[in-house]
């Protein structure tokens, strides 16, 4: 039998040894993957706070780092996970950085694609294997991908939210949060919406097919 320490695994839902410095970390390096649906080529982690003063004794860099490889918690690959990147040929780099006001176990994770599309995403550890996703691409929202998350970028124009939230009806999708963010009157906005049961493909692509809908993809960390 394998000889495991304190610091492999703790709990039977994480591997590290602190909920918010691995497990929540891991979680919001999979929100991120799952934001940029995979095809990573390069990753960038600005660490702030208390990240970025403990996150090589606390293992955080590994954990963000499997999160970005699409892995859970629990997964024990997460202690292998700057090997198995390299086998990938992903690009990684950790840096300190201050973010202002916000938690302090926060990261901004930097994604460039092999596309060459590039995504910011700031999310925080907010103690016990949870997290809250606070910013995308410079725009400040709020979720906690506990919940099938439904993220839809569109026009800020009539219509657009009383059409997607029909939709939802019409498959008999409840909602159990949604909030709306937007850059400036008229620009490009953000629906996040929150739901209690699973969204399909064919959901997301009658929501794409809404006029001034940019897109529509849907987050979960499971």
């Not at 993957?33 to 208390?50: C, N, P, T, W």
């Not at 390299?86 to 930097?110: C, M, R, S, W, Y």
């Amino acid at each position: 039998m394998k000889d495991y320490s304190i610091f492999d695994i703790v709990g039977p839902n994480m591997i590290g040894p602190s909920s918010s410095h691995t497990a929540g970390a891991c979680k919001l390096g999979k929100v991120a993957y799952k934001l940029a649906k995979g095809d990573i080529k390069k990753v960038v982690f600005m660490l702030h706070g208390s990240f970025a003063k403990t996150y090589r004794g606390h293992g955080t860099d590994k954990a963000l780092l499997g999160g970005i490889l699409g892995f859970d918690a629990d997964d024990e690959r997460i202690k292998y996970s700057f090997e198995l990147a390299k086998k990938e040929e992903l690009l990684f780099q950790f840096e300190e950085a201050d973010l202002g006001d916000v938690h302090p176990n926060t990261v901004k994770i930097l994604i460039e694609k092999n596309d060459g599309v590039k995504m910011a995403i700031i999310g925080s550890s907010i103690g016990g294997g949870n997290i809250k996703i606070i910013e995308i691409d410079g725009v400040e929202l709020e979720f906690t991908g506990e919940y099938p998350t439904l993220i839809v970028p569109h026009r800020d124009m009539p219509g657009v939210i009383a059409k997607t939230t029909a939709i939802l009806s019409q498959y008999e999708i409840n909602i159990a949060f949604m909030r709306v963010y937007r850059y400036n009157k008229g620009n490009n906005a953000f629906m996040i919406i929150e739901t209690d049961s699973p969204i399909c493909t064919d959901v997301i692509g009658h929501i794409k097919s809404v006029d001034n809908v940019i897109n529509a993809y849907l987050v979960t960390i499971n």
